[in-house]
């Protein structure tokens, strides 16, 4: 049974799709054929081409990554899906999908299931029911409407607790690897914290799993083998555990393998030493979570974390000659203009480039995170009280501290001063 994964975003260049690259690794172990389809803003793809695509590849099964700023074109996707054959089972996973109100399917009419759970797990037994005829049948993980059009949910799945049980998607040639500038890479997922505006402790219940040094390094040494010297790294805090960083620098350095290496961890997980190794290693820049450096808001976050300590870790990964990007956020819970300035001045002082990740954007309010649950608690006044059940309020708020009018004066602000004028804003 062929199995079709796509990831859509128009508003960035194709990069590698990891999370897609598990999941086709993951259905391609179990027999399936498994190809994944990614567009970007520069792709050269038409709705006749993928019309064209979908029909020559024959997939039963097509899965899509969702997330808030790409549903329109995931729904339209979808129906473009079904316009070739209707028979053809579409399952949304990723970001938005996670805590979408179950009752979005109503709206989302080309849309079979939503993934709840581990996609590996998920997704294995979405493929299975479709292959074996019975598509809404012993499935676990999902929200999903039956024939009739009866919106179900399903119990939910858990993921390997061992993150080499999964099939890497570098050695298992799920990509290309001679098309690839970068290669986007996993040590660990999840995240224990409990910062109010952020998806991913809530969709990993606050736990952390890891891949062994021995599968990293592997995965290194086919990449570079076929000529990709970028890493980047996506672990949310990847000196969570500093030992086994340690240990996977080591092992770069003592088999000499020339790479350059993006990657991103708390402020208070760092130190001089690790620093020094890391700049050894190839590590050549670092993103620290700053969100604001007002004193009033940044303790309101539940991010335990202190400006002090940022501008510390900013200072000793600069020494070692380490660039340093921030992410930052405004429009959050308690800030005011004057608080919003105060994040930019201090992004200033410490001579961190405005460019790429550090150009700041406003808070995004997505479904699953404590934010979105009691948006009312933190001062968040939507401006659309009508919306779709398949979008959160995202930036479509003000707040009982900043006015709408305010925000865009900021995001003016930081764009006059970014190097590249905002060109890259994480979503």
Request: glycine share 8%; aromatic share 10%; charged share 20%.
């Amino acid at each position: 049974m062929n199995v079709l994964l796509i990831e859509m975003n128009p508003f960035a260049p194709v990069s590698t799709p990891i999370s897609l690259g598990y999941l086709a690794a993951y259905l391609k172990s179990r027999g399936f054929v498994t190809e994944i389809l990614t567009v970007g803003e520069n792709s050269p793809v038409s709705p006749a081409g993928l019309y064209q695509h979908i029909e020559s590849f024959r997939p039963a099964l097509v899965g899509i990554s969702a997330y808030q700023r790409t549903m329109l074109y995931v729904l339209g996707l979808a129906d473009l899906v079904k316009s070739v054959d209707q028979n053809i089972k579409v399952v949304i996973g990723g970001p938005q999908a996670t805590f979408m109100p179950p009752d979005a399917l109503r709206d989302m009419v080309s849309v079979d299931y939503i993934c709840r759970s581990s996609g590996e797990a998920t997704l294995l037994g979405i493929a299975l029911a479709v292959q074996a005829g019975t598509p809404f049948s012993n499935l676990a993980g999902v929200t999903y409407r039956d024939p009739d059009g009866g919106i179900h949910d399903t119990e939910p799945l858990e993921g390997a607790v061992d993150l080499d049980g999964y099939p890497s998607p570098y050695l298992d040639h799920v990509f290309d690897l001679s098309s690839m500038g970068e290669a986007i890479m996993l040590t660990s997922r999840g995240c224990p914290h409990d910062c109010v505006f952020c998806y991913t402790p809530c969709a990993f219940n606050h736990k952390i799993t890891f891949h062994s040094v021995d599968r990293v390094m592997e995965e290194i040494r086919w990449i570079r083998k076929h000529g990709v010297r970028r890493l980047w790294f996506a672990d949310p805090n990847i000196s969570f555990k500093w030992k086994r960083v340690e240990a996977l620098l080591e092992r770069i350095l003592t088999e000499e393998l020339d790479v350059e290496m993006w990657l991103q961890t708390r402020a208070d997980l760092v130190n001089p030493g690790m620093m020094r190794m890391m700049k050894r290693a190839g590590v050549a820049t670092v993103a620290f979570g700053l969100e604001s450096a007002s004193e009033r808001v940044l303790p309101k976050l539940d991010k335990h974390m202190s400006i002090e300590k940022v501008a510390e870790a900013i200072q000793i990964t600069q020494n070692e000659g380490i660039e340093v990007e921030l992410f930052t956020m405004f429009g959050l819970p308690y800030e005011t203009f004057e608080d919003g300035l105060k994040t930019l001045e201090f992004v200033e002082k410490n001579q961190v480039k405005i460019m790429g990740n550090t150009n700041s954007q406003q808070m995004q309010i997505y479904f699953g995170t404590p934010m979105e649950r009691h948006y009312e608690d933190y001062g968040i006044v939507p401006t659309k009280t009508r919306r779709p059940p398949y979008i959160s309020i995202g930036s479509q708020y003000e707040t009982r501290w900043m006015s709408l009018e305010e925000m865009q004066t900021l995001q003016g602000l930081w764009r006059a001063r970014s190097i590249d004028r905002g060109r890259r804003v994480v979503s």
